[in-house]
């Protein structure tokens, strides 16, 4: 599968919320370096697979609205919104925070990513 086609389906998956879908995506040896409007944070695997089981327990549903996606050899760029529903009210669609990302690909997995993002 072309590194593009893998990106696209990660997020077309629901494997932000499932850490079940999201281990057939993220390589053994991940590192994602993300930088927030709330700081720095680094996660490996497990801390990755554990963050996707905090957002499925905090929100009834999620879909991520991709604007900018371009590939070069094993890199991605992404630039995306991920919209929520809360448990609470999930007639309700809002905005958790915008995201640019950087993928690097390795053995078909996202490998590296580099990260940033802002709140809404």
Do not use: C
């Not at 609470?88 to 990260?115: C, Q, S």
């Amino acid at each position: 599968m072309a590194a593009k086609e893998l990106v696209q389906e990660y997020y077309r998956s629901d494997a932000l919320r499932n850490p079940q879908v999201m281990e057939r995506f993220i390589h053994n040896d991940f590192n994602l370096q993300w930088y927030s409007s709330k700081g720095y944070f680094e996660a490996d695997r497990s801390d990755i697979l554990a963050l996707a089981g905090e957002l499925n327990k905090s929100y009834a549903s999620s879909h991520i609205e991709i604007s900018h996606i371009i590939a070069e050899g094993n890199q991605v760029s992404v630039r995306y919104t991920h919209h929520v529903t809360t448990i609470e009210n999930p007639t309700e669609d809002m905005i958790l925070a915008h995201f640019m990302v950087v993928w690097e690909i390795k053995d078909d997995k996202l490998y590296r990513g580099y990260l940033m993002s802002q709140l809404d």
